[in-house]
């Protein structure tokens, strides 16, 4: 079965700094995605990457990119020039292939979570 | 474009209850999660529903159920509640199964007393 597991409970960033969130996951499959969430005391659940694991190439939106280590079962996020937005709890997440296991279809393996504080 | 809209946003239930959550995607999308996220046990997968059809079960209790109509909007049911059941329920759309990434509702804020 498919994990995920986020070994940072909390995270504190300095305003304009960067920080690196952790993540690791486990699963048999060679194609699947993987997802960054953001969920701000709003609760609203909000994505902030997404990575294809047939795609080497890390992603990156704006001020988020990805360091995706396949082999290492590895996906960390990093946040450049931390803002005070920022600030929410962060989920990494897995997701099998489309037209895999009927087991796995449209289900997210999330993570335990991030709570990211920044510091002005 | 609108996004996934979740109603109602907060439900206080008595214990032994019922409770129905909805859930309208965003139009165009065609397959609906839910979600059931709490302190101790994080997020957990309840159903993902495609045309109408369950594709996907998690491995909650058969006091869960959901379906989903032909215009995709979902809805999820809890019978006989029980106080573990709070939980803040998260409802989550894409186009076909999630690959572009879900966009989830603001939840609905279950409070069983």
């Known amino acids: 079965a498919q994990t995920v597991t986020q070994s940072q409970p909390e995270m504190s960033v300095q305003e304009a700094e960067t920080v690196t969130l952790s993540c690791t996951y486990d699963?048999?499959?060679?194609?699947?995605?993987l997802f960054w969430y953001k969920q701000p005391p709003s609760r609203q659940m909000i994505l902030v990457i997404r990575q294809e694991a047939y795609k080497q190439q890390n992603a990156t939106e704006n001020r988020f990119s990805v360091n995706f280590q396949k082999a290492a079962k590895s996906f960390s996020l990093k946040i450049s020039d931390s803002q005070l937005g920022d600030a929410a709890m962060y989920f990494c997440a897995h997701l099998g292939p489309l037209g895999g296991s009927s087991s796995n279809t449209g289900k997210l393996i999330f993570g335990q979570g991030t709570t990211l504080q920044v510091k002005p | 474009k609108a996004g996934v809209t979740q109603t109602p946003r907060y439900l206080i239930k008595t214990r032994g209850q019922q409770v129905t959550l909805s859930c309208s995607p965003i139009s165009g999308h065609r397959s609906v999660s839910w979600y059931q996220q709490t302190p101790g046990q994080g997020l957990q997968f309840l159903f993902e529903?495609?045309?109408?059809?369950?594709?996907n079960k998690g491995n909650f209790p058969g006091r869960f159920s959901g379906r989903q109509f032909s215009n995709s909007r979902s809805e999820m049911n809890v019978s006989t509640l029980e106080l573990g059941d709070s939980a803040l329920y998260l409802c989550?759309?894409?186009?076909?199964?999630?690959?572009?990434?879900?966009?989830f509702g603001s939840g609905t804020r279950l409070t069983v007393v």
């Open positions: 699963t048999s499959e060679s194609d699947y995605y």
């Open positions: 529903y495609f045309s109408e059809t369950q594709r």
């Open positions: 989550a759309s894409s186009l076909a199964g999630g690959n572009g990434g879900y966009t």
